[in-house]
């Protein structure tokens, strides 16, 4: 058992080193494919951060007249949370702490700071700041609580509606680009494989003599069929340490450019987060296409 | 024991090559089998190995109905043959001994047992120099002898020999043939298919002639007569 494996990874490792030209064509078509997927996974983790992020934004913020007493305001949130549990946060900022953030913010600024000193008092209103999933529902039933009569005659604005729609758009959008993607990648990816298939089915079948001299000397299938299997794992072996560095590489230099467009996203850091994935997906995708070509196509072979 | 038992063989519909053929070929015997170009003499060999199916009829190898055999069964049967093919069959993308070294890893035999036995077979058919070589940097006549030296190095029961000595040069067939009469002194059966009047005259041995598909003599210490 030991030696016939020993001898079947000798005869592919011969076979490898002797047909370098096809080798090396099947770990290029590989490589392409499995960059193709890679890619597909990079995507994959820029639209989910782009939704993310659109999701942690403020969606609604309900303004509340001046002096409104905080125990109303705190009732408010409570009836939110209680009516819509599924709501990301609600926060309650009161006058003093928008003054401070405001301060905080501009303190570099010093046209504001003495712009608010003319004002003198606090100009600032206390506030809730309601964070949803990007669920339109969501909003229909803050909507609703913020309209009922108890609760409208204290608010003085709420900055809804405009934002709503933004966010709304862009909600749909990274869903349409996600369902877009994955369909154009998966397409890609099909037809990708079907290129593999077809380049190591060509090396096989520059092999059909071998095979056939190889059957009627009375070889068991699996002696034949192992050292082209090994070989298209050895491809898929090869294609993905190829993949691996590029997809590192590229992730460490393109994450200052992306993060530009994108601020926040580091695509290195996404990499390196998720190496392992990137393993299992680059390996695993190359040894399966790699070696399950090899398979398909030698069992046409063995049938002498 | 090989058997046949009223054989058919058709290639394509309306040409039969082979027709109702039954014989029998015991251990130990040397049957050479004769007959014209395209008489089906190739065709008879590759029935043996299993290689093509009969359309009629029944062949047996050692009580075994090739019919009903496996196809893991057929390819023992194939490892307990030397085979000797008109087209060599030889192992495009090895060398010389790494071709014969392949019959041997096939049987699963022991590392040491290859480095000994395969250099003294390549040595007996004079091919020592080249056993680096690939098939396609041999002359014809080598590429015979290394399919020669395959067909030899298991120490089958049973050998058949479709035109070994084809390309050979009469002193190179000389050698082909009195190897296979000695392996015939030990024990083996061996099956010779010829063009060579020549060499059957001088065998006296057995010999099936065919013509037209059908068995036209099978006589015991036949000639060469077409
Ligand atoms: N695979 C095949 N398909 C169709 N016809 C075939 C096939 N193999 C052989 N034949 C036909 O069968 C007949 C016998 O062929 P075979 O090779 O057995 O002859 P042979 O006696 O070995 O000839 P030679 O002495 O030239 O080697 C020929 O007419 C050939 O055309
Ligand atoms: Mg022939």
Redesign the interface.
Known sequence: MLTSFKRILTFAVNDFGRNKGISIASIFVLTVTIMLVTGLFFFQGLTGYLTSQIQDKIDVTAYFKSGTAEQDILNVKDEIIKTTPSIKNVEYISQDQALATFNANHKDNPVLAKALQEVGDNPFLPSLNITTSGDPLQYAQIANVLQTSDFSKLIEKVDFSQKKDTIEKVYSITTNINIFGLIFGAILILVAILVVFNTIKLAIENSKEEISAMRIVGASNWFIRGPFVIQGIIYGIFAFIICFLISGLFAYFMASKISVVLPGFDMFDFFLANWWIFVLIQLGFGIAVGAGSALIVVKKHLEV | MIKFDNVTKIYQPGTIVLQNISFEIKDGEFVSIVGKSGAGKTTLVHLI?G?EIPTYGEIYFDGLNLNDAS??KI??????IG?I?QDY??????TVYENVA??L??E?K??EEIKREVPKVLETIGLKDKIDNFPDQLSGGEQQRLAVA?ALINHPDTIIADEPTGNLDPYNSYEVISLLQKLNQTGKTVILSTHDREIVNKLGKRVITLEGGKILRDEAAGRFII
């Open positions: 190995l290689l196809p893991a390819q023992e049967i194939r490892r307990r085979g093919y069959k030889l192992l495009p993308k090895k392949y019959i890893q096939v699963g022991n590392n395959r």
